[in-house]
């Protein structure tokens, strides 16, 4: 109504002519005829609740026909009465006011309900089966002045009810600031002699809830203001941050499952606290932008701790009911602090990025030989050391951390598991002679293969051929063996998941679309073949091919990890062997469920060792203290699973997941190992690599000049 007479309406509408102008008139009043009817009806309904449905039919002016016995709200309650702005407001209005040259008219109207909209107030009631208790949640924007004054007006009505009823005001978890000025005198004296006697030190709240109690220290971010300021100073990531987060609940259905929240090790980063923590520190960030002071480089610390503690492992997502997964937010967290230039320097995460991301034969033996076994012997000779020493107790529970442990303490967290001792010593593709990147291998049984053999692609990642060499040398062998023609991917690739995930994104998309343009050449090289499957050994290289666009590379193909091809093809064995099985926090298993298919493929049923393995890529070297906080429960879920089924393997289908598990060798006595490993060793032999080398050495590999 008031737009409807203001100047604004007047601006909003095109055309200056006498007959446009009695148009306009017309349709002015008939709006205003309109609304005024539809809000007599609505408060008709507001003033006749309780009354009978009979008493209203006549003001509704409706066909529907209602029970007379039946209260209005009772009709609203089972909405078989409906109150609708669409139906009754809206769209006549947009009937009313049709036409092009009233466009800025029926956008003006919308956004004035938008504003009314995000101004209402909901009461939330949540109640304690049996006892009686009611929680009342009154969701406000802390940004809109009116809005909190109105929850004020609101509060102060509920607890009028509430002692009209006869009921008290308590508090589950304590008495809070907005009931505290509702309790009566007698009550918070209590309550006072009560804090004196148990807490005359004042060391638990200090000063909370006491009589004149300062409560300006009390703070919570506007997260529509940050959005504002975000917008004003052009910061697009700080409002892409706050974006993600603004919609938690704070309900805590993602504690239980997040990797590093151990609540006997670290109560204070599960995803709710780090989301609380993020929208502070995006605050902070913006009032270091808005008034140049540049005095507190603190917020830029604490993002980095934050950010640290994620394996982003996407497990707070699932039970999340607002969609919010933190692993993304982490990822958006470290990207923002590696453009500002405040990502914390870690020199060995910095050397094991770089190993993922040289492409040439001579770098990556040198890096091979130095990083992974120099440096691995090293740091078991570190944990031997430790171990006579006694400074480390696999037993022992790990210390709390709040931010970043002191150096000599990293120290002893980084050699408290042994590294693997049994590393290959060559990468699969110097064992295979397969380093030229200007050939595409191609690996076939000669004496198996004919034309309705199939052909696939195989995309071994970084852990599979540089690092555990014979995961990418028994997925090869088990293909060989079924008949099927697989083409290698030439030369040495990473597909871009570590920098992307460790907030290098730029070099994460150099990566892919140089993958991805490679790919191309090589499906247009072999044209002839008809490729529907891409095989993947690595969860993190699935995830990250999964945005590789590789229908439009192969046509009509799919990807598959290589234990679900092989249980496709009906490969079990029959053993009668008891094994575990890890799941990686990146599944690699997307098409089948990955317990379903290690049960298959063993030939008996697999039990589920559960939890993270603690390794996550660089994370256990970036951050040993938090990685011996995730070992610690991982160890007991595995020490339950040896006692429950004594397996004589733990079987994993990632190859940073094969390192962390073999840490735990020396406390649980039980070997770990990969599925497909294991497979080929027991259907292929003991000597299955040798044999296998000899074999396609000999007239299995097709080189292709790309």
């Known amino acids: 109504m008031d737009y409807l007479n203001s100047p604004q309406f007047k601006t909003d509408v095109k055309g200056n002519s006498q007959e446009n102008d009695a148009i306009i008139e017309a349709k002015k009043q008939a709006a205003q005829t309109h609304l005024q009817q539809v809000r007599e009806i609505w408060q008709t309904l507001m003033d006749k609740l309780d009354a009978p449905s009979r008493e209203v039919i006549k003001a509704l002016n409706?066909?529907?026909?209602?029970?007379?016995q039946e209260t209005v709200f009772s009709l609203l309650q089972r909405r078989h009465l409906r109150i609708s702005y669409r139906q009754s407001v809206a769209k006549p209005l947009k009937e009313i006011f049709l036409g092009g040259n009233l466009a800025a008219v029926r956008q003006q109207i919308e956004q004035i309900h938008a504003t009314i909209r995000t101004s209402r107030l909901f009461v939330a009631l949540h109640m304690h089966a049996g006892d009686g208790n009611v929680h009342t949640n009154i969701p406000v924007f802390s940004n809109d002045y009116d809005m909190l004054q109105e929850a004020d007006r609101l509060v102060a009505r509920i607890m009028k009810v509430v002692k009209k009823l006869g009921g008290v005001i308590s508090g589950e978890h304590g008495i809070g600031m907005t009931k505290l000025q509702f309790l009566a005198p007698e009550v918070v004296e209590?309550?006072?002699?009560?804090?004196?006697?148990?807490?005359?030190?004042?060391?638990?709240?200090?000063?909370?809830?006491?009589?004149?109690?300062?409560?300006?220290?009390?703070?919570?971010p506007s997260l529509r203001l940050l959005e504002q300021e975000a917008l004003i100073l052009e910061a697009s990531e700080l409002g892409d941050l706050n974006t993600a987060i603004k919609d938690c609940l704070r309900c805590g259905k993602c504690k239980s499952v997040c990797t590093t929240h151990v609540p006997r090790a670290n109560l204070l980063y599960s995803p709710r606290n780090k989301i609380l923590a993020t929208g502070l520190m995006i605050e902070a960030f913006l009032y270091e932008e808005q008034t140049r002071r540049g005095i507190s480089l603190r917020h830029f610390e604490e993002m980095n701790d934050v950010a640290d503690h994620c394996t982003v492992c996407h497990r707070c997502l699932t039970p999340c009911p607002v969609n919010i997964d933190f692993g993304e937010v982490t990822v958006k967290m470290r990207r923002i602090l590696k453009n500002y230039g405040k990502r914390n320097f870690n020199l060995l995460k910095w050397a094991s990025l770089q190993f993922l991301n040289v492409t040439t034969p001579l770098t990556i033996k040198i890096m091979r030989k130095g990083m992974l076994q120099?440096?691995?012997?090293?740091?078991?000779?570190?944990?031997?050391?430790?171990?006579?020493?006694?400074?480390?107790?696999?037993?022992?529970?790990?210390?709390?951390?709040?931010?970043?442990?002191a150096i000599p303490a990293q120290v002893i967290n980084f050699v408290k598991k042994p590294m693997p001792s049994d590393l290959p010593k060559q990468a699969m593709r110097a064992l295979l002679g397969l380093e030229d990147h200007s050939i595409v291998p191609i690996v076939r049984d000669v004496a198996k293969v004919n034309q309705n053999s199939e052909a696939v692609f195989y995309f071994p990642g970084c852990g599979s051929e540089r690092l555990f060499s014979q995961i990418g040398l028994a997925t090869l062998a088990m293909l060989y063996e079924l008949g099927t023609e697989t083409v290698l991917a030439p030369g040495y690739l990473c597909c871009g998941y570590p920098q992307n995930a460790n907030g290098d994104s730029d070099k994460g998309k150099q990566i892919s679309t140089a993958n991805q343009v490679l790919f191309h050449r090589v499906a247009n090289t072999l044209n002839y073949m008809d490729i529907k499957t891409v095989i993947v050994s690595c969860g993190t290289c699935m995830d990250q091919l999964l945005h590789y666009q590789f229908q439009q590379i192969f046509p009509g193909c799919r990807l598959l990890d290589i234990h679900?091809?092989?249980?496709?093809?009906?490969?079990?064995?029959?053993?009668?062997?008891?094994?575990?099985?890890?799941?990686?926090?990146?599944?690699?298993?997307?098409?089948?469920?990955?317990?379903?298919?290690?049960t298959q493929l063993m030939g008996e049923e697999v039990l589920l060792s559960d939890r993270c393995c603690s390794e996550a890529g660089t994370f256990a070297i970036a951050r040993p203290d938090i990685a011996t906080q995730v070992r610690f429960r991982k160890q007991e879920e595995l020490q339950q699973g040896v006692n429950s089924c004594q397996p004589v393997k733990v079987l994993t289908s990632c190859p940073a997941c094969l390192q962390g598990l073999s840490r735990y060798r020396d406390d649980i006595g039980v070997e770990s190992d990969y599925i497909v490993v294991e497979l080929a060793r027991k259907r292929l032999g003991e000597k299955w690599q040798g044999e296998f080398l000899e074999k396609v050495k000999h007239g299995g590999i097709e080189r292709v000049l790309l």
């Not at 409706?62 to 007379?68: G, L, R, V």
């Not at 031997?384 to 020493?389: I, S």
């Not at 029959?574 to 799941?583: I, V």
Request: charged content about 20%; overall charge positive; some cysteine.
């Open 62 to 68: 409706s066909e529907e026909k209602f029970a007379p």
């Open 564 to 598: 679900e091809y092989l249980m496709e093809k009906g490969l079990t064995l029959d053993n009668g062997d008891k094994y575990l099985y890890h799941d990686p926090c990146h599944t690699p298993m997307k098409t089948y469920p990955p317990l379903q298919v290690a």
């Open 374 to 405: 120099w440096g691995y012997m090293a740091q078991r000779l570190g944990y031997r050391v430790a171990k006579q020493l006694h400074l480390v107790n696999p037993n022992q529970r790990p210390k709390a951390t709040s931010g970043k442990m």
């Open 190 to 220: 209590a309550f006072v002699r009560y804090k004196q006697k148990i807490d005359p030190n004042g060391h638990f709240n200090q000063n909370k809830l006491l009589p004149g109690a300062d409560i300006q220290q009390a703070y919570t």
